[in-house]
DNA sequence: CAGTGGTCTAGACCACACC
DNA sequence: GTGTGGTCTAGACCACTGT
């Protein structure tokens, strides 16, 4: 992983940065660091343009480039992570509290028309539909419907889906689920929100909807998160260029 | 702009995309390419990565270069934008609405140690606190408290900042806010929320808050914007590697 | 083993910022 | 003009996939 020359200067310059070593917040030039550490400049710019694609510094052409202040920060809500809290796959993690999973209802159906389009499904088949609810520490906090094609996973049991699927593709099938595409959106709670998820009536749901896709670019499963809303929060370094 | 190389390639590329060239979903090798086009083989590199960072092809070590699926349909909840449907500065857009802004207030304040911390502000510094009501053809969508420092702006006035402070910003100094990093979740609606943007007593706000920053990396402000729910829509296209 | 994408190099020229 | 990051090239070797 380290022995890669574009990382070992990345790691070695993130290292400098969070000392303090550039207190002007100006990085030398490309061409500097290229001599310095014997590397070829575009390995240098390979790793300075991670850095700036993290936030972590600003590239100005004609100029230099920059550290960007907020880095130095160590108590900033500043932390150059593009990501929601629950790492986006199975492996919910979160403060060290116990992930669980509750199987709510496991079923074959027809696709709707929306599923056979976003999945790229053909007529005729059929899909699981999964509904499970979410828990840390034994308290609910998301209720998940997912919607995978019978011909990709032609094995699930109930027993499976009360754990993990993506491991169990991983384990049993070799496939890994790599990329996902979400909407994120947030609505008033329904009565089943409430009920499953210890809502109020007017709290509301955090929504996050979409495909995610195995890494030869299959789309692997729809699914529908219905979150308790303290637990949506994503955040997002954004270039407006 | 598309007088570079590997942007026209690009440009090439998506067109055959999307025109069904690859009905086998399967791209030609990169040297192929490299050859075909007399471009060099990092050219043709840099046009995938972008390809494949925007979600519309995979590529695979080993393998090869694979269209995603749902990139050929048109229908699809796929559009390889990580975006709001609000492009995240002044200018917002939505289906030929016309924007609107009311200013609500405008003060000179003392700012909180959290503002002090994410604009890396110096003590004894003063912000300006706006708050303003955005519309669509006059029909109010978001509540929007902005904090932006004095020294950065020392002539902002009224009239100013009921128009686009970014388009000012740019017209009147020469600078150009680039980035932004927000956080995205949910909340039950405040009187006041549901008073401005004409929510019901169970309807949610969506909350988007953060810093946006001018390109040479300076926060330029801390914005509050607390959307009517049916407003908070974000899409993510995410590598889970 | 052959094929494919990933990394790396050395060097050239271009576009932009600042003096 | 000088210095900076951005693009581009040609070519070498590595890591992984599939036969």
């Given at each position: 992983?380290?022995?890669?020359?574009?990382?070992?200067?990345?790691?070695?310059?993130?290292?400098?940065?969070?000392?303090?070593?550039?207190?002007?917040?100006?990085?030398p030039?490309e061409?500097?660091?290229?001599?310095?550490?014997?590397?070829?400049?575009?390995?240098?710019?390979?790793?300075?343009?991670?850095?700036?694609?993290?936030?972590?510094?600003?590239k100005?052409?004609?100029?230099?480039?920059?550290?960007?202040?907020l880095?130095?920060?160590?108590?900033?809500?500043?932390?150059?992570?593009?990501?929601?809290?629950?790492?986006?796959?199975?492996?919910?993690?979160?403060?060290?509290?116990?992930?669980?999973?509750?199987?709510?209802s496991?079923?074959?159906?027809?696709?709707?028309?929306?599923?056979?389009?976003?999945?790229?499904?053909?007529?005729?088949?059929?899909?699981?539909?999964?509904?499970?609810?979410?828990?840390?520490?034994?308290?609910p906090?998301?209720?998940?419907?997912?919607?995978?094609?019978?011909k990709?996973?032609?094995?699930?049991?109930?027993?499976?889906?009360?754990?993990?699927?993506?491991?169990?593709?991983?384990?049993?099938?070799n496939?890994?689920?790599?990329?996902?595409?979400?909407?994120?959106?947030?609505?008033?709670?329904?009565?089943?929100?409430?009920?499953?998820?210890?809502?109020?009536?007017?709290?509301?749901?955090?929504?996050?909807?979409?495909?995610?896709?195995?890494?030869?670019?299959?789309?692997?499963?729809?699914?529908?998160?219905?979150?308790?809303?303290?637990?949506?929060?994503?955040?997002?370094?954004v270039?407006?260029?």
């Amino acid at each position: 992983m380290a022995d890669l020359v574009y990382q070992q200067f990345l790691k070695t310059l993130k290292t400098q940065i969070n000392s303090g070593a550039y207190p002007d917040l100006k990085l030398p030039t490309e061409r500097f660091f290229s001599e310095q550490y014997k590397i070829s400049l575009s390995s240098v710019k390979k790793a300075l343009q991670i850095l700036a694609d993290q936030g972590i510094v600003f590239k100005k052409r004609g100029s230099g480039t920059f550290i960007n202040p907020l880095a130095q920060k160590s108590n900033s809500i500043f932390n150059y992570n593009n990501s929601s809290n629950l790492g986006v796959t199975d492996s919910f993690s979160m403060d060290g509290k116990k992930p669980g999973i509750k199987l709510l209802s496991f079923e074959v159906i027809t696709p709707t028309k929306e599923l056979i389009r976003d999945l790229f499904l053909n007529e005729n088949e059929f899909v699981y539909e999964i509904k499970r609810l979410r828990m840390f520490d034994g308290q609910p906090f998301m209720i998940e419907t997912g919607y995978i094609p019978i011909k990709l996973c032609p094995e699930l049991t109930p027993e499976i889906v009360s754990k993990s699927i993506f491991n169990y593709l991983q384990e049993s099938q070799n496939k890994v689920v790599s990329k996902s595409y979400l909407t994120i959106s947030a609505l008033p709670s329904n009565k089943t929100d409430q009920k499953l998820l210890g809502l109020a009536t007017n709290e509301p749901v955090g929504l996050m909807s979409g495909v995610f896709f195995l890494d030869d670019g299959t789309p692997f499963e729809y699914s529908d998160m219905r979150l308790h809303y303290q637990y949506l929060k994503y955040n997002t370094f954004v270039s407006l260029d």
